[in-house]
């Protein structure tokens, strides 16, 4: 069953957030560098470290489809400026391209959550240049108005919950 309709999810805060087209480089930064980048320090991990992040991401994108599938929400896209920016572009084909009812929690928000616990987690704090990366995509949600601030807390509580599950399990 495809879901079309999605509740809107938002805070009155949400509406004071303006829209930032070049915040849409760090949105797609979660894709690339960010997600490549840790499946290739998966390489360099023990058997036991590769399956506390393996589960942990299973498990947080189940509950995030489980939300996705009872209680789907969607965010109000706005209309762009017709600049010649590259990053209006590249944001309004994001816009196109966007399944439009998985909001709640925020996979990009989890999933950062989770890189960046396990990162610090296997290299302490000289991992620690990578929370302004994780900040910036954490940021670029709200500011791209690809998601409202209600579906960064729930990321961020699916993330923790998930790597503290893991933890607690294995």
């Known amino acids: 069953r495809v879901i079309k309709h999605g509740r809107i999810f938002?805070?009155?805060?949400?509406?004071?957030?303006?829209?930032?087209?070049?915040?849409?480089?760090?949105?797609l930064l979660f894709y690339f560098p960010w997600m490549i980048g840790f499946h290739v320090l998966l390489l360099s991990r023990t058997l036991v470290e590769v399956q506390q992040a393996?589960?942990?991401?299973?498990?947080?994108?189940?509950?995030?489809?489980?939300?996705?599938?009872t209680f789907s929400t969607m965010v109000e896209h706005h209309a762009l400026k017709h600049d010649n920016a590259?990053?209006?572009?590249?944001?309004?084909?994001?816009?196109?391209?966007?399944?439009?009812v998985n909001a709640f929690p925020s996979m990009h928000v989890f999933m950062?959550?989770?890189?960046?616990?396990?990162?610090?987690?296997?290299?302490?704090?000289?991992?620690?240049?990578f929370v302004p990366v994780a900040l910036a995509i954490l940021a670029s949600t709200v500011l791209t108005k690809q998601h409202y601030v209600h579906d960064i807390?729930?990321?961020?509580?699916?993330?923790?919950?998930?790597?503290?599950?893991?933890?607690?399990?294995?």
């Not at 994108?61 to 489980?66: A, F, L």
């Not at 590249?90 to 399944?99: S, T």
């Not at 950062?112 to 240049?129: C, D, E, P, R, V």
Request: charged share 15%; net charge positive.
């Open 10 to 27: 938002k805070h009155r805060f949400d509406d004071r957030i303006p829209l930032v087209p070049f915040f849409v480089f760090p949105y």
């Open 54 to 69: 393996v589960i942990a991401i299973m498990i947080a994108t189940c509950i995030g489809y489980v939300v996705f599938c």
């Open 86 to 100: 590259w990053s209006s572009w590249i944001l309004k084909f994001v816009y196109e391209n966007d399944r439009r």
């Open 112 to 129: 950062t959550m989770l890189m960046l616990l396990f990162m610090l987690k296997w290299y302490g704090w000289t991992s620690a240049i």
């Open 153 to 170: 807390t729930g990321g961020i509580i699916v993330g923790v919950f998930s790597y503290g599950l893991v933890q607690y399990m294995i």
